[in-house]
């Protein structure tokens, strides 16, 4: 690929300077307008988030080249997670629009926050050298903090921020020692750089291993995956339920974008992941991720089947996802790269309408608890309809998306001879069946401890048919993603 200077990458970065701008026109807007309306605020968001979209689609054509000296990479794999990441702050914004207009809230915070938020997802997906990728965590990690309180006057909104910056300092402090590790092995930050030291260079594997498995660890801390996993229920349950929603997806997926490619980047020799630098065979790599991928989907698993609050159960079904989808990564292969890139596509619908029908039931009935969702059919039958299509998706049942999404990783395992692997994942897919039933029962087969109708604005009932709808095109047309996908996938090297 090229190697671009400051000036030269100005034109591939479009989206993220709009985004930028949109940073400053929605505090602008936000002090022109009177404090009563916010509608305008979230709609000045929403616009500079559809030009960042079509800013997208302009570069999507541009020649893979690495951005400002190798900082930053443009490829179509980060192409691809900016599409999901620009995708998921448009539908944040529209939930919100849902929930903030009628609040006294700073919502020109609320909204450049999110702004910022997507921009630190659009920088971790292309990031390419080891202070890209710590900054970029950073930029992500710091207004999710201020998202995750954003509702200062409730106390489970403050201890979720709380927790956050506990364990994301913890976590961003545990990355950086394992870069510093890492380039006082090899001299170099950028993984291509990093790449060509260890191959030609002997070094010291355990201290290699312990920079490895630090990376990792600040990594694993967006994706949640065991054992960064804990701040994730309270944090999702204390959030704005559209925030727990952003941090769900988008976070999670720019996570697998920046684990891929330091991976791939650094520690393979060919673009088939068949051989690697000879210290990382020597570590055991894939037994590091599929004990991490068992461990992830167990726990997530077995602790939201106790659980009462909808929210919780969503946390810790997004730990479990991120264990399912940690499976493709421990394939080491391009078919388990493929599968994490669909997974995450339907994931983005799927999560997105679970977590929107709960925010439209809480509100509406003040409570995020199973019992607020007794009888929902008889109340609102379109949100209790909508809400069976993404449960029965996040369990991976036929013809839904997530049932396509799960049986590209469990290819990708067998394909990979990673029996035992797949039974596992298979067997944690079948427990999860459990919970996501025990929302589904409340809804149709018990009684409601009120008559009252809950009620859904026209665009909320269209929002959530929008989802649902994409939840149920992609489990039976998704031939058009799978080769979008393969395309993204093929050139992952440059």
Not at 44 to 73: C, H, N, Q, W
Not at 454 to 474: C, D, P, Q
Request: proline share 3%; aromatic share 12%; net charge neutral.
């Amino acid at each position: 690929m090229n190697t671009l200077t400051a000036t030269e990458s100005i034109p591939y970065i479009l989206p993220e300077i709009i985004l930028v701008i949109g940073i400053c026109a929605v505090f602008l807007v936000d002090l022109l307008i009177k404090k009563e309306s916010k509608t305008p605020v979230a709609l000045t968001a929403l616009i500079f988030v559809v030009g960042a979209f079509l800013a997208l689609l302009k570069i999507d054509g541009l020649e893979p080249s690495y951005l400002f000296s190798g900082m930053l990479v443009l490829d179509k794999m980060n192409v691809y997670f900016k599409y999901i990441f620009i995708i998921s702050a448009a539908i944040a914004t529209l939930v919100s629009m849902q929930t903030y207009t009628s609040r006294k809230l700073n919502s020109g915070e609320y909204y450049a926050f999110l702004l910022t938020a997507t921009l630190g997802t659009l920088l971790m997906s292309g990031a390419s050298d080891l202070l890209t990728m710590a900054m970029s965590i950073e930029v992500v990690s710091i207004v999710s903090y201020c998202l995750a309180g954003y509702k200062k006057e409730d106390m489970e909104s403050s201890e979720a921020a709380l927790k956050y910056v506990l364990y994301g300092a913890l976590s961003s402090g545990i990355m950086l020692y394992g870069a510093s590790i890492l380039f006082g092995l090899t001299g170099e930050t950028n993984l291509a750089g990093i790449h060509t030291a260890l191959a030609t260079t002997e070094v010291n594997s355990i201290a290699l291993a312990l920079s490895i498995v630090m990376i990792l660890g600040g990594i694993g801390y967006k994706i949640a995956f065991a054992p960064f996993h804990f701040w994730c229920p309270d944090v999702y349950q204390g959030s704005p339920t559209p925030v727990a929603a952003f941090f769900s997806v988008a976070p999670k997926a720019a996570g697998f974008a920046m684990l891929l490619r330091f991976i791939s980047v650094t520690f393979t020799n060919d673009p088939s992941f068949t051989t690697w630098i000879p210290e990382i065979e020597s570590i055991g790599l894939q037994k590091v991720l599929i004990a991490i991928s068992i461990l992830t989907m167990t726990l997530g698993n077995l602790s939201a089947l106790n659980q009462t609050n909808v929210k919780r159960i969503l946390a810790y079904s997004s730990i479990a996802h991120a264990g399912y989808m940690l499976m493709g990564m421990a394939a080491l292969s391009f078919a388990g790269v493929e599968a994490i890139l669909f997974y995450l596509a339907t994931y983005l619908f799927m999560n997105f309408g679970a977590f929107f029908v709960v925010d439209h039931i809480g509100r509406k009935v003040g409570s995020d608890e199973i019992y607020a969702f007794k009888g929902l059919n008889t109340k609102a039958p379109l949100l209790a309809f909508t809400m069976v299509i993404f449960l029965a998706s996040l369990a991976g049942l036929p013809p839904m998306a997530g049932f396509i999404g799960k049986f590209y990783l469990f290819s990708a395992l067998v394909s990979s001879e990673l029996y035992l692997l797949a039974v596992w994942g298979l067997l944690n897919s079948v427990v999860s069946l459990y919970y996501y039933w025990r929302v589904a029962k409340a809804m149709y087969l018990e009684e409601s401890l009120s008559d009252e109708k809950v009620e859904f604005n026209l665009s909320g009932g269209v929002l959530a048919s929008i989802l649902a709808g994409f939840t149920l095109i992609l489990g039976i047309y998704f031939n058009p993603l799978s080769v979008w996908v393969k395309s993204s996938v093929s050139i992952l090297f440059g």
